[in-house]
């Protein structure tokens, strides 16, 4: 497919097949498969301590991804928005019900395999770098953001499909989805996503991912799920009034 590539200041034919995406899926499935086998020779304590240590990463992560909070007001405002629509569509419910229809279809054991779909998901899709390399490589300019990511990607995969299992691999393919979709999307509207918006969205990422390693630690269930309309909001808003 050829493409006009702006991000170069100039207009160019360029060769373009989604590369970094790609190597990116195959990085988490990759990582994911590993990940997977080594769950199997762990022991059962092993595992608990593995999964507070798993909450706490994922804490980590969305505080770093919240400490820089831009246009609070916005942001508050997406995410109880966001939360509301989620919760009259009940996506957690719908979740469910997918989740264990691929369980079964699959014939998958794995009792932890929504949460490690929905925690992957979040951790490889949400967030500046996810945003920035698809508009880079849908504009032309590079794939390269994309392959280092892949390679965190991998490492993170095996980390995550080791404590949660074959959802982890799974979320290759939402991955595929929404990835694919940004860079589509960046062939032809790359200066929609302006740096108030990609801040935006990283931050409502970090929020969800600290509710995601509360549900981790046990330390009390939210519905995570339902929030991930926020993440919608927060692009409307932004483009309407930063």
């Known amino acids: ?75 508050v405002v997406s995410l109880a928005l966001g939360s509301l629509t989620g919760e009259w569509l009940n996506l957690e419910s719908g979740a469910d019900k997918m989740s264990n229809y691929l369980k079964l279809k699959l014939k998958i054991g794995s009792e932890k395999f929504t949460e490690g779909l929905i925690t992957s998901f979040l951790l490889f899709c949400i967030g500046s770098m996810t945003i920035l390399g698809a508009i880079q490589e849908g504009t032309g300019v590079s794939s390269d953001l994309l392959f280092t990511k892949s390679l965190m990607d991998f490492f993170s995969a095996i980390i995550l499909a080791s404590a949660f299992g074959v959802g982890v691999a799974v979320s290759a393919i939402p991955l595929l989805l929404f990835q694919g979709s940004l860079t589509l999307l960046a062939m032809g509207a790359s200066q929609f996503f302006t740096p108030e918006i990609i801040h935006g969205l990283t931050n409502i990422g970090g929020i969800l991912l600290i509710g995601l390693g509360i549900n981790i630690l046990e330390i009390k269930k939210l519905r995570i799920m339902n929030m991930l309309p926020s993440l919608l909001f927060v692009v409307i808003l932004l483009w309407i009034f930063a």
């Open 1 to 75: 497919m050829y493409i006009l590539a702006d991000g170069l200041n100039k207009n160019i034919l360029i060769d373009y097949y989604m590369t970094g995406t790609i190597v990116n899926t195959i990085a988490v499935i990759g990582g994911g498969v590993i990940g997977i086998l080594l769950k199997k020779s762990m022991p059962e304590r092993i595992k608990t301590i593995y999964f507070q240590a798993i909450g706490l990463f994922t804490l980590a992560i969305g505080i770093s991804m919240v400490w820089e909070l831009k246009h609070i007001l916005i942001v």
